[in-house]
C-alpha cells in the first residue's frame, strides 16, 4: 500500500464511506484506516445522513443501492450542503441513468466494483488531488454517449460565448482530469489563479462541481472528449 507521505496529509482526510454489504465495507475501512484516513463507516442511508450530520467530510465514497434508500439522493444533499467535499460513487451499476444521475447531481468519481482498484487509499488521495477516477467501461460509456449525441442546432442557443478561451482551456483540463496544479502548469498560470477561473465556470455554467462542468460542457459542445 502506498504511503500518504507524498500526498495530503493523511489526518486531514477525513472520509464517510457508505457501504451495506458488511465484507466490503470491512475491507475497504481497514484499508483506508491503515493508509492513515479518518473513516466513520455508515451501512445506511440513515446512518450516513447521521455521519455527515457531524460536520463536512473530505471525502464521500458511497454505494447507490441501500436498504433505505438510494445513493444519489444521499449524494444530491452532499453537494447542496458540503460543496467542497469530493464524492465518488462505488457501485455494481454501471447503467446510463445511474451513470449520468450520480454525476448530474455532484459526484466527481465513479468506479464499479468490478474493476475496483487494489489500492483504494492512493485512489482516495488522487480524488482530492482533482483527479476524478473513473472505472474504464464508465468512461467508454461516457465517450459513446457523447458521440452518439445529435449536433446542437445553430444559432445562439450554445452558450459559447459566455466562456472565454482560457476558461475553455481550463475546462478541458478539467474533462482530462488534470489537477489544478497540473492545469495550471501546462497553461503557464499560476496556482492560485486556477480556482477564481474555476468558479468562474460554475457560475457561468450554473453548476457546482467538475463533473457537472464537465457533463454540461459536453451537452452544450463548448468541449469534445
Known sequence: MNSLSDGPKAEAITVVLVEDDAPTLWRLQDALTNAGYQVKAAGTLTEARACLAQGAPKVLLTD????????????????????????????????????????????TGYLLKDAFPTDIAATVRDLVAGHSPISASIARFIVRRTQSTPEPPPGPALNTAKLTPREIDILWGIAKGFSYAEIASHLGLSRQTVPGHIKSIYRKLEVHTRGEAVFEAVQQGLIKL
Open 64 to 107: 447507490l443501492q441501500l436498504p433505505d434508500g438510494h445513493g444519489v439522493d444521499l449524494i444530491r444533499e452532499t453537494r447542496q450542503r458540503f460543496p467542497d467535499t469530493e464524492i465518488m460513487v462505488i457501485s455494481i451499476l454501471g447503467d446510463e441513468e445511474s451513470v449520468i444521475s450520480a454525476i448530474t447531481v455532484g459526484a
